[in-house]
């Protein structure tokens, strides 16, 4: 019973913010900032299936994300939209087939990871992340030629679905206010992935992980099939990378090829880092704390404050928020490097540093 508590918990959590964001004590400002904490936590731990678990040194998982987005994003103009003609499902579908369109695009953006995949046979470490930056920008170059879907300009029109899933909502669910859709589809989503790779490191295709990650000749040796096991591990890894950018995409009712560059496979490898290698648990505590420093990063009076020193050196530079929020964090990931290679957790979980929370949770 003490097992299931945990869980209880954790819908009970799920539950109060939903009727927080419903009576709108908890605004739009804030409901954005819960959601992209969920993505952040879906594309910080799914990284830590390669990086972390497996060992593997993978520097473009954004292009997975991009995949995704994509995807889910052409299904749901074309499921509920008017840019390509006639929606092809009513109104009142949009809230059963939303979490279809966003698993497509995680099926496709795993399906995608062979390109990863098949090249990590032969090779690791600096050479895989010099595949994985490639396959970044193959992506992205693909993309922005790609004239029908907007190219370099973007593509949107996914509002379109969050729209036909509030104007169908039941009156008696949605009261005064709009239902938040997109916020329960996020937080269903992040535990689903949670799940998700907490079963998988925990199965028998884990233990393969770990004996790859430990060493790759001996784990042969005892007859694991380590192409299989690096083929699962990838397409896992891409595919919830893929359902986190469909929801990315609908979250901001926009995307763009230039949001999934290397800098976003860079903010997914400082949230790993952070978090520590292997660490579920320091995966999502890495995720939350990295979504909030982007927040505070995003104030232009803090950064000069923060500034201030700088530019009374230098009088005619005028620090913008968007341009240090990218020079702070690549230096913390290098400050991590330095200081604490091992992350906040280290390879541990939380339930091995608190040894009473197994009684209620288990990460391994």
């Known amino acids: 019973m003490q097992k299931y508590s945990f869980n ?11 009727v927080l964001a419903q009576y709108r004590i908890l605004d739009n400002y804030i409901q954005a900032v819960i959601m992209f904490g969920g993505i952040n936590i879906m594309m910080s731990t799914s990284l830590n299936l390669v990086n972390g678990n497996m060992g593997e040194f993978t520097c473009g998982h954004a292009a997975f994300m991009c995949v995704g987005a994509y995807v889910a994003s052409i299904l749901s103009v074309v499921c509920f939209g008017s840019k390509f003609g006639d ?37 690791r470490d600096d050479y895989l992340a010099i595949i994985t930056i490639a396959v970044n920008y ?24 969050v729209w036909a899933m509030v104007d169908s909502t039941p ?14 589809y996020v937080i269903l989503f992040t535990i689903f992935d949670i799940w998700v790779i907490r079963r998988f490191i925990t199965s028998t295709y884990g233990k393969g992980v770990d004996a790859v990650c430990q060493d ?7 007859s694991v099939n380590t192409n299989k096991i690096k083929t699962v591990n990838f397409m896992i890894s891409a595919g919830l990378a893929g359902c986190a950018g469909g929801l990315f995409a609908h979250v901001i009712g926009y995307v763009n090829p230039q949001s999934f560059n290397i800098l976003k496979s860079t903010e997914a490898m400082v949230m790993v880092y952070l ?7 320091g995966a999502v505590i890495s995720a939350v704390v990295f ?28 620090p913008s928020a968007g341009v240090i929020k990218w ?6 990931l290098v400050l991590i490097m330095q200081f604490r290679p091992e992350g906040i957790m280290g390879n541990k979980e939380l339930s091995d540093v608190f040894p009473k929370l197994k009684k209620y949770y288990t990460f391994k």
Do not use: C
């Open 8 to 18: 209880i918990l954790i819908a009970f959590a799920a539950v109060v913010l939903l």
């Open 87 to 123: 929606p092809l499902f009513p109104a009142a579908a949009s809230y059963f087939v939303f979490p279809i369109i966003i698993l497509i695009g995680g099926f496709m953006a795993a399906l995608s990871s062979i390109l990863v995949a098949l090249p990590s046979f032969k090779t």
């Open 138 to 161: 193959m992506v992205i170059s693909g993309i922005e030629n790609m004239d029908w879907i907007g190219g370099s300009r973007g593509f949107q029109g996914m509002k379109d679905t």
């Open 171 to 184: 009156s008696w669910l949605a009261g005064d206010n709009d239902f938040p859709w997109v916020l329960l």
């Open 216 to 222: 790759e000749t001996a784990a042969e040796i005892m």
């Open 275 to 281: 978090g520590g290698m292997g660490s579920l648990s």
């Open 291 to 318: 979504t909030f420093l982007l927040e505070i990063l995003r104030s232009q009076a803090l950064i000069d404050f923060l500034m201030a020193p700088a530019t009374f050196v230098f009088p005619d530079w005028e």
């Open 327 to 332: 020079v702070m964090i690549p230096l913390l």
